[in-house]
């Protein structure tokens, strides 16, 4: 699997952006698909994740209520909606998906339970 981030870009606080993760290769219905971001030192940290077949989603507080994870099977993509962005939001995002199929949150939540990355795409937020 091979997967291709895109969306990024600067935007004001309060704005929206619509990241995309296109998958090639084939996605069984037992897979997850997941976005992760990271800030320079820090770790990477999850922020949303949805089951590829039964549209199960589960997303970081900091972002529950603004971000929305979304499948499209037919174009074989995944997008993240994010709305009302913080100036915290900034990060490169990454896109992963998992084979160990729908999980716990503490499970869905960890990077090494994903084997397939995406490339980065840098979200900035200025205030």
């Known amino acids: 699997v091979q997967l291709q981030a895109s969306g990024g870009g600067l935007v004001q606080a309060g704005g929206s952006l619509r990241l995309s993760c296109a998958a090639s290769?084939?996605?069984?219905?037992?897979?997850?698909i997941g976005w992760f971001r990271q800030c320079p030192g820090k770790e990477r940290e999850f922020v949303a994740v949805?089951?590829?077949?039964?549209?199960?989603?589960y997303y970081a507080d900091s972002v529950k209520g603004r971000f929305t994870i979304s499948r499209d099977r037919a174009k074989n993509t995944v997008h993240l909606q994010m709305n009302n962005l913080k100036p915290e939001d900034t990060a490169d995002y990454y896109c992963?998906?998992?084979?160990?199929?729908?999980?716990?949150?503490?499970?869905?939540?960890?990077?090494?339970?994903?084997?397939?990355w995406g490339q980065g795409t840098l979200v900035t937020v200025s205030s």
């Open positions: 949805i089951n590829w077949s039964g549209g199960d989603t």
């Open positions: 290769g084939r996605i069984s219905s037992s897979y997850v």
């Open positions: 992963a998906v998992s084979t160990w199929g729908w999980n716990t949150a503490q499970i869905l939540k960890k990077t090494n339970t994903y084997e397939y």
